[in-house]
C-alpha cells in the first residue's frame, strides 16, 4: 500500500501522550485513576480573557488573520517582553503561533538540515528532540545533574558543542525537573556560546513565573545581549494563565528568523484562532494576582509532595525550584518485584506498574533523558495528590 514518510521512521509518540493514553483506557474500564501524568493546570482561565473572546467573536473578529498574529495580541506581547524580561521587540521581530509547540516547529523548519546537531540538555520536554528530528538534525544532549539543582553546568555544554551545533535549547524553569538556572551558569553558558557565532538559542520560558522560594527569573537574551542577533525567546499563555486548549503561544527573536518562521507558518497553518488571540492579549494584559496566587499554591503542593515522596524508603527527591512537577529518583526501588510479578528493571517498568497496580498515572524519566527518575506533575488538587502519596507509598511498601 501506500507509504509514510521516511523522516517519520523510528519517531516514537511522546511518552507523556502514551502513559495518559492508557490511564485513560483504564479509567474507562471503571477504574479509579490518579493522573499525575500531564502538564495542564487545574486553574480556569481568567474571567477577563474568556470575555474577551467572547467580545471579538460578537465583533466578528471571525476572518483570517494576519499570519503572525493579530495587531492587538502582538501589541500585548511587545508590552510584556518589555514590562517582565527587559526586552524591546519590533513588530517585525515577534510571531505569535499555535501554542509554543508551533514556535519550536517552525524555528526547526525553518533553519535545521540534515545532520545538523540540536544540543538539548537532559531531561528534556519530549517535543524538542521529536522535532529536530523530523527535519533530520541530531539531538545532543549533555546532562543537567540533580546534584546541579538540574541546571546546566556551562562545563557539559562545552563538552558537546562541535562545529554542527546548529541550536541550544535552554529550557528554565525545566520540565521535567523544575529546574532552574542560575545567573551565573547562565552567563557561563553565555560564554561558552561566544565561541560558536552559528548557533541559534532557544530559550523557552514558558514557566519564568512559576519560580519559588524568592528566587528571581531572568530571560537568558537579558542576560547575553551581545548574542540577541541568534536568540529566540519564546513563551506562550498555556501554563501562566491556565490556557492550554486555546493554543496561543509566542515569540521574540531576530527578524530573519522570525520572517522565515513566518513563511513555515503561513504554509502550514496561517494566523492562529482570532477569538484565541484575543484571550491571549486580555491574559497578558490583566492583573498579575492571578497568576501570583497560581505560584502560591504550586509552591504548598510541591512542598506536599516533596515531603511526602521523602518520607518513603528507596525515593529520593530534590526540591524543585520552578515549574509544577517533581522529580523523585528511584534508583533503590530498581530490581525490586511488585506483588502483581512485574520485575521493576527500570523506570518505565515502575511507572507502568504504579499505573496498573496502584492506579497512579506518571511519566519514567527515561523519557526525558534522565534515569531512573519519575515525573510527577502537581497540577492538581491537594486532596488529589495527598491520595496519589498514600497510593504510591502502599504501592512501594508492597514491593518484594
Ligand atoms: N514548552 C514546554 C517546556 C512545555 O512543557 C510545554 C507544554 O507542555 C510547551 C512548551 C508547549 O506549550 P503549548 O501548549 O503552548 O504548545
Known sequence: ????????????????????????ELKAEGHDIISLALGEPDFATPAAAVEAAHQAALAGKTKYPPVDGTPELKAAVARKFSRENGLDFAQDELLVC?????????????????????VVPAPYWVSYPLIARMFGGVPVHPVCDE?????????????????????????FPNNPTGGICSEE???????????????????????????????????FAAIAPDLRDRVLTMNGVAKAYAMTG?????????????AAMRAVQSNATSGVCTVAQAAAAAALDGPPDLIREMVTTYERRRDLMVSGLREIPGVTCAKPAGAF?????????????????????????????????????????????????????????DTVLDEALKRIARFIASLV
Not at 499555535?98 to 540540536?118: L, R, Y
Not at 519564568?208 to 528566587?215: I, M, Y
Not at 486555546?246 to 522570525?258: E, F, H, N, S
Open 147 to 171: 546534584t546541579d539543582g538540574f541546571s546546566l553546568r556551562p562545563e557539559r555544554l562545552a563538552a558537546v558543542m562541535t562545529a554542527r551545533t546548529k541550536w541550544l535549547v535552554l529550557n
Open 185 to 219: 551558569d547562565m552567563k557561563g553558558i553565555a560564554e561558552v556560546l561566544r565561541d560558536y557565532p552559528d548557533v541559534w538559542i532557544l530559550s523557552d520560558e514558558i514557566y519564568e513565573h512559576l519560580v519559588f522560594d524568592g528566587n528571581r527569573f531572568t530571560s
Open 98 to 118: 499555535n501554542g509554543g509547540k508551533q514556535v519550536i516547529f517552525n524555528a526547526f523548519m525553518a533553519t535545521i538540515n540534515p545532520g545538523d546537531e540540536v
Open 1 to 24: 500500500g501506500p507509504t509514510l514518510a521516511t523522516r517519520l521512521d523510528g519517531l516514537p509518540a511522546p511518552a507523556t501522550i502514551e502513559m495518559a493514553r492508557r490511564a485513560r
Open 325 to 381: 512537577y517533581v522529580y523523585p529518583g528511584i534508583t533503590g526501588l530498581i530490581g525490586r518485584k511488585t506483588p502483581g510479578g512485574r520485575v521493576l528493571d527500570t523506570d518505565t517498568a515502575f511507572c507502568m506498574a504504579l499505573l496498573e497496580e496502584a492506579h497512579v498515572a506518571t511519566v519514567p524519566g527515561s523519557a526525558f533523558g534522565l534515569a531512573p527518575y519519575v515525573r510527577l506533575s502537581c497540577a492538581t488538587a
Open 246 to 258: 486555546w493554543r496561543v503561544g509566542y515569540a521574540g527573536g531576530p527578524k530573519r528568523l522570525i
